[in-house]
């Protein structure tokens, strides 16, 4: 199986920074997509960013020129590097990948854990 571990999230203050990390390990043949999706207190889980393998990035209206989504493919990791943040983007972040298992060749999407970041006014 493979597993997602994110890191990096935090309490801040708004107009500032944050950089999150998510590394996917496992037994992996390989990454396709991955991405970053939120879910706020009383809301659904929303997409903010997308990359594929081959760095075609896609995000939210909301984050757009604020943040910017990359990956290392040697690592099999994605980050997601959050500037100017506002209140509104205090929520639980999960990342997510597709991945095509080694032993059984098939693709399955996968989560992380979800790590918080909160951003004070």
């Known amino acids: 199986q493979a597993r997602l571990v994110e890191s990096g999230g935090g309490l801040v203050q708004a107009g500032g920074s944050l950089r999150l990390s998510c590394a996917a390990s496992g037994r992996i043949f390989s990454v396709n997509a991955m991405g970053w999706y939120r879910q706020a207190p009383g809301k659904q889980r929303e997409l903010v960013a997308t990359?594929?393998?081959?760095?075609?990035?896609n995000y939210a209206d909301s984050v757009k020129g604020r943040f910017t989504i990359s990956r290392d493919n040697a690592k099999n990791t994605v980050y997601l590097q959050m500037d100017s943040l506002k209140p509104e983007d205090t929520a639980v972040y999960y990342c997510?990948?597709?991945?095509?298992?080694?032993?059984?060749?098939?693709?399955?999407?996968?989560w992380g854990q979800g790590t918080q970041v909160s951003v004070s006014s």
């Open positions: 990359i594929t393998s081959g760095g075609s990035t």
């Open positions: 997510n990948a597709d991945i095509m298992n080694i032993d059984t060749m098939r693709w399955n999407g996968h």
